[in-house]
Structures are given as structure tokens and as C-alpha cells.
């Protein structure tokens, strides 16, 4: 028995659960992965304790000599990473290190574009219910409504007649690649900053799977957890010109002190993402979504813009007249874990949708190529065939049972 089984009982065994829950299920939620043993091992330890506001080598208080070498790490790892000049690693997480990148980098009342929400932005891109719709006088753009790809001409046009102050590309739902130097041309035209919220792709960038955005972008924001598959976290990389006010504008305008047991995550996430086999990873990984996108299609399954370029497809569940929301609910009865999704121009509610986002990142961490994962899109369209049948959920998740005791999952137990 552990420590904490004996101690506390209760966490000890939704802990165990959880445990379990995540091996025996298929997590298709595309901004999930399975982080390495190494990296929960840095997460959990001792480094929790230490208090460290600052920087390394400028703290605010003593005892910082080992926190240091992590943070010092971390920076080092990720500019090599992503080819960038400046590194802070200590966002919170991708929510506080855009806030932090708006509070360095723009005044409230200010001017800013980004996608619109319900056609693949993000809540902190300017949404009415978060910090970022209110403070900041946020103007979406959006999709083509024929190829539902990012419409250029609007870009454009929307930036010479608001003239914004920063531009904002990266998204929680896009399957197609992002034109980082068409953005940062059109950002030039009206003295914007260019900034790229990589939150999703950042792990497929790092392998080379994705055209990076740098440097392209003056600033790069980043979550840690989704394909770049380490501890929760966030990340932000800038232009060495933009360095002072990033660090400013974390601590201490939108922070305290710095999570360092993360932080040295981060640095172990980073090592990982240096070698080799991570570049494979994220190449099967997209591997694995155009598997998934050919064989859904082939079943008569309509994607969102025809198919992926990266981790994620959209389905539209309109022609099959179901919804997001059941969709949702009778894969996760067979074991399939994945989330509901407005599609571009969506007509339901954001608790219904007309869609489900896929995603390949975790199925791939645990070891899936082409043809487990044209299995897995199998069972997806079986499922959605036929969402009353009991025996067929049955059998499904029979299958579903047979695929994951296959895989077993690195870093769980
Ligand atoms: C996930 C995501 C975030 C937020 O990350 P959290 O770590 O959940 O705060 C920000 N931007 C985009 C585009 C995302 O997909």
C-alpha cells in the first residue's frame, strides 16, 4: 500500500481510478496526451516546496541554487527547441501565458485579432465571458465558408480597417496547417505584432511536423501538455527585443512565484522533445490523423475542410442527423473518450454542436500506427451507426478492450 492509501484513502483511490480510466480508454481528446514517467517524476518531487519569485540568478530569495539549474535548463532546452532568441517558462499555463503577453504587450481598450471562437479560436482569443473579450476590443476573423480554411482576404481587410495592435494566430480546433508568413505579411502592412498561440501544434513543431512559426512571430505562446506531451503548463517565446517586457509581464504583473516542480517538467519535457524519437512521434502522429481522416471519409463521414494536415479532424455529424453532445456521450459509453465541437457555422448551441473534435496525440504516445488507428476509426463509425443498439455497444467495447490491453500506456501504471 502507498503512502497515501494509507494517509487518505479517498484521493488514493479516485487516484487509482483515474489510473485505470486513462489505460483502459481510447483519449481521441486532441488537446490530451500521456506525459513520460520522467516527467511526472520531476512534477511530483521536491522542487514544489521552494518559493522563487524571479528569475535565475535574480530571485527574491535564497536557497534558489537548484531551482536555477532547472529553470536554466528549461530555457536553454526550449530556445534550441524552437529556434527562438527568448524563453519564459513559467506561465501557469497557455490561459496566463497569453494573458501575461497581453499585459506586456498591449493596454487595455486596445485593439486585437484572432479567430473567432466557435470556428476554432480559443476563449482567451477575445471571448465575451473571459478576461480577454473584456479588457481588449477583440475583432474575429474567421473561416472560408466553402473551403472552411482561414479567408486571407478577410484577414486582411479586417486588419487595414481596425488596424490592430497585435494579430493573433493559433487555434484549439483548425485542421489544416497555418500560414505563418501570410500572417506576419499582413501583420507588417499595419504595424501589428505577429503572435502565434502554438498551443496544440507546439509538439509537432518541435518534431518538425508542422512549419514552424518562428521566426516569423515576435511572440510564440504555448501550452506544455497537449502534443508537445509534458506536465501542464504554459510557455512563452519571443524576439530578444521583446524579452524585458515577456518577463515583466509574467512576474510580477500576472504572476507569483513560479511553479518550479513544473518548471522542471518543462525541462525534462524539452529533453524529451530534443531526441530523435520525438520527431518520429510527431510524424506518426500526423500520420495517424490522415489515417483516421481517409478511413472516416471512406465511410461516409463528412470532415470539416476534407481531412486534416496535423493532429485533429472535425467531423460534421449533420448529414448522420445526430449531435456533438450524443456523439459525445455513446463513444464514451464503448470506452472512446473524446469531446463534442461546434463545427464552422455551427447552428446549435455550444452544450449541443454539430460536431466532434478527434485527435491522434495520445493513441500515438501509446504506441498506435496506421492500422490500430483505422481500427479505432472503425469502431468510431460503428458506434455512430448505431447509438441505441446495446449489443453493439457491447461489442465495440469489447474491442476497444482489445486494442488498449495491447497498448500498454508509458508513465501509467
Ligand atoms: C489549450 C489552449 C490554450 C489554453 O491552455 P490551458 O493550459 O488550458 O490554459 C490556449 N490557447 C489555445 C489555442 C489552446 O488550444
Redesign the pocket.
Known amino acids: 500500500m502507498t503512502l497515501l492509501a494509507q494517509q487518505d484513502p479517498e484521493v488514493a483511490r479516485a487516484i487509482k481510478k483515474e489510473n485505470e480510466r486513462q489505460r483502459d480508454s481510447l483519449v481521441l481528446i486532441a488537446?490530451e496526451n500521456y506525459a513520460s514517467r520522467a516527467v511526472l517524476e520531476a512534477q511530483s518531487g521536491v522542487m514544489n516546496n521552494k518559493y522563487a519569485e524571479g528569475y535565475p540568478g535574480r530571485r527574491y530569495y535564497g536557497g534558489c541554487e537548484n531551482v536555477d539549474v532547472v529553470e536554466n535548463l528549461a530555457i536553454q532546452r526550449a530556445k534550441e527547441l524552437f529556434g527562438a532568441e527568448h524563453a519564459n517558462v513559467q506561465a501557469h499555463?497557455?490561459?496566463?501565458?497569453?494573458m501575461a503577453t497581453y499585459f506586456a504587450l498591449i493596454k487595455p481598450g486596445d485593439t486585437v485579432m484572432g479567430m473567432q471562437l466557435d470556428q476554432g479560436?480559443?476563449?482567451?482569443?477575445g471571448a465575451k465571458v473571459n478576461f480577454s473579450g473584456n479588457l481588449y476590443n477583440f475583432v474575429a476573423y474567421g473561416l472560408d465558408r466553402d473551403s472552411e480554411t482561414i479567408d486571407f482576404d478577410q484577414v486582411e481587410r479586417l486588419a487595414k480597417e481596425h488596424r490592430p495592435k497585435l494579430i493573433i494566430a493559433?487555434?484549439?480546433a483548425y485542421p489544416r496547417l497555418i500560414d505563418f508568413p501570410r500572417f506576419r505579411a499582413i501583420a507588417d502592412q499595419v504595424d501589428a505584432i505577429f503572435m502565434v498561440?502554438m498551443?496544440?501544434i507546439s509538439g509537432l513543431i518541435a518534431g518538425g511536423a508542422h512549419p514552424s512559426p518562428l521566426p516569423h512571430a515576435q511572440v510564440v505562446?504555448t501550452?506544455t501538455?497537449?502534443t508537445l506531451r509534458g506536465p501542464?503548463?504554459?510557455m512563452i517565446l519571443s524576439t530578444e527585443e521583446l524579452a524585458r517586457k515577456i518577463d515583466y509581464g509574467v512576474f510580477p504583473y500576472a504572476q507569483g512565484g513560479p511553479f518550479m516542480h513544473v518548471i522542471a517538467a518543462k525541462a525534462v519535457c524539452f529533453g524529451e522533445a530534443l531526441r530523435p524519437e520525438f520527431a518520429r512521434y510527431a510524424e506518426q502522429v500526423v500520420a495517424n490523423a490522415r489515417v483516421m481522416a481517409q478511413e472516416l471519409s471512406e465511410s461516409g463521414l463528412r470532415l470539416v475542410s476534407g481531412g486534416t494536415d496535423n493532429h485533429l479532424l472535425l467531423v460534421d455529424l449533420n448529414p448522420l442527423d445526430i449531435t456533438g453532445r450524443d456523439a459525445e456521450a455513446a463513444l464514451e459509453e464503448v470506452g472512446i473518450i473524446a469531446n463534442k465541437n461546434a463545427i464552422p457555422f455551427d447552428t446549435k448551441p455550444p452544450r449541443v454542436t454539430s460536431g466532434l473534435r478527434l485527435g491522434t496525440p495520445a493513441i500515438t504516445s501509446r504506441g498506435f500506427k496506421q492500422e490500430e488507428t483505422r481500427r479505432v476509426a472503425q469502431l468510431i463509425v460503428q458506434t455512430l451507426a448505431d447509438m441505441e443498439d446495446e449489443r453493439v455497444k457491447k461489442r465495440i467495447a469489447e474491442a476497444v478492450k482489445d486494442l488498449t490491453s495491447k497498448f500498454p500506456v508509458p508513465g501509467l501504471d
Not at 93 to 98: F, L, M, Y
Not at 121 to 125: A, E, F, I, N
Open positions: 488537446s499555463s497557455g490561459a496566463q501565458a497569453n479560436g480559443h476563449l482567451t482569443h493559433g487555434y484549439s498561440d498551443a496544440h505562446t501550452t501538455q497537449k501542464r503548463g504554459g
